[in-house]
């Protein structure tokens, strides 16, 4: 990009919230404004920041700001709370040496001291057009001048955690990219599984199970369960299912399946309260008459785990889901010493209980 090139107000319309990351011919021919800025959704100490979407994207510019020939001599990382500020700014007013631009990247600006700071808004006043300057951090103080400022003159890229629903269908974009499937049912899911790990962890979990199906296979309950560790025929999920179905014996003869798990009890009841209370949730959500999208968003879950409800509801009123929860609530504290019975007692009679009722 050259000083002549950079004035054009074409550069400047980029700056602001992108809803999606730039491509690489985008990046290469300096479509952005000279200042980037790599962070979090959300308002103060809430912001929350996906770490691995975002080394995707710093890799992406890394890769692709500055010509590859010289990149060694065009690239500067640097630590809002290690640098000197008269070194960063050095670095980020020098020309590029032999090729057009040069990248600056400034990671931990959330940790970066106020004299940075206030450097930081003398060289906003007259940025060099031949640097890209790159800001990461979350969260950032956006009431102070120089992040309000930085909002409207950068391209802003957010990296918030992905809800249930979006991580689904990351899910079955990953398995893609691989040429593999992964049915909508089943990322539904595992995104309710996974969707409380950081995103690293998720994107192994769809490693493995790629390896497991092969080449152009389809991802199956199997290859799920193997994946996550889990019994194929004796895993949480069916307990839930026959329990909200009213399956009494089969039912019983899963518990005492995953009962053979040491302190399973415990983790057993917080799952009963978990679904059960997203399930009357849905029900509330429904009875205002939101469709299983709307539901979803609202609760930051999987559409296809709002469609499996939606049966349920016709034999769980929100009376009988109170009453559940109430017999959940007794069983929780009833675990932890109200009771002299032993753990696995207690999940049977909750089990027993649960099962009339529905």
């Not at 389809?218 to 994946?227: C, H, K, L, S, Y």
């Given at each position: 990009m050259s000083r002549t090139a950079s004035k054009s107000p074409s550069l400047h319309a980029k700056a602001g919230v992108w809803k999606r990351l730039p491509t690489v011919e985008e990046i290469s021919t300096g479509v952005l404004p000279p200042l980037v800025l790599f962070t979090g959704a959300g308002k103060g100490k809430e912001e929350g920041f996906e770490e691995y979407r975002m080394e995707e994207a710093f890799q992406l510019f890394w890769k692709h700001v500055t010509d590859e020939s010289m990149a060694d001599f065009n690239r500067d990382l640097f630590n809002a709370d290690e640098v000197r500020s008269e070194e960063l700014f050095a670095q980020a007013s020098s020309f590029p040496m032999m090729a057009e631009r040069r990248l600056v990247v400034l990671r931990r600006c959330e940790k970066a001291s106020a004299a940075l700071l206030n450097d930081l808004l003398v060289y906003l006043d007259r940025p060099s057009p031949s640097t890209c300057l790159l800001l990461v951090g979350s969260p950032l103080d956006k009431r102070r001048k120089v992040w309000t400022r930085v909002l409207q003159e950068a391209a802003v890229f957010e990296f918030p955690p992905l809800s249930a629903m979006q991580l689904a269908t990351w899910l079955v974009a990953c398995c893609r990219e691989q040429g593999r499937q992964l049915p909508e049912h089943l990322a539904g899911m595992l995104a309710d599984q996974l969707v409380s790990a950081p995103l690293r962890m998720a994107r192994h979990e769809?490693?493995?199970?790629?390896?497991?199906?092969?080449?152009?296979?389809?991802?199956?309950?199997?290859?799920?369960?193997?994946?996550?560790?889990?019994?194929?025929?004796?895993?949480?999920?069916?307990?839930?299912?026959?329990?909200?179905?009213?399956?009494?014996?089969?039912?019983?003869n899963i518990l005492q399946s995953l009962l053979r798990v040491p302190d399973n009890a415990f983790m057993l009841c917080g799952m009963f309260g978990k679904s059960l209370g997203r399930l009357w949730f849905i029900g509330q959500l429904s009875a205002?008459?939101?469709?299983?999208?709307?539901?979803?968003?609202?609760?930051?879950?999987?559409?296809?785990?709002?469609?499996?409800?939606?049966?349920?509801?016709?034999?769980?009123?929100?009376?009988?889901?109170?009453?559940?929860?109430?017999?959940?609530?007794?069983?929780?504290?009833?675990?932890?010493?109200?009771?002299?019975?032993?753990?696995?007692?207690?999940?049977?009679?909750?089990?027993?209980?649960?099962?009339?009722?529905?």
């Open positions: 769809v490693d493995k199970l790629c390896l497991l199906v092969g080449e152009g296979g389809t991802v199956d309950e199997e290859a799920v369960a193997t994946a996550l560790g889990m019994e194929p025929q004796r895993k949480t999920y069916d307990l839930l299912t026959t329990v909200q179905e009213g399956r009494l014996t089969e039912s019983l205002r008459g939101l469709g299983t999208a709307d539901i979803a968003a609202r609760l930051s879950v999987s559409e296809y785990s709002v469609k499996i409800s939606m049966p349920l509801l016709r034999r769980w009123s929100l009376e009988r889901l109170e009453e559940a929860l109430r017999l959940v609530l007794e069983a929780d504290m009833a675990l932890k010493g109200d009771s002299p019975l032993p753990p696995d007692l207690i999940l049977f009679q909750l089990v027993v209980n649960l099962c009339r009722l529905s």
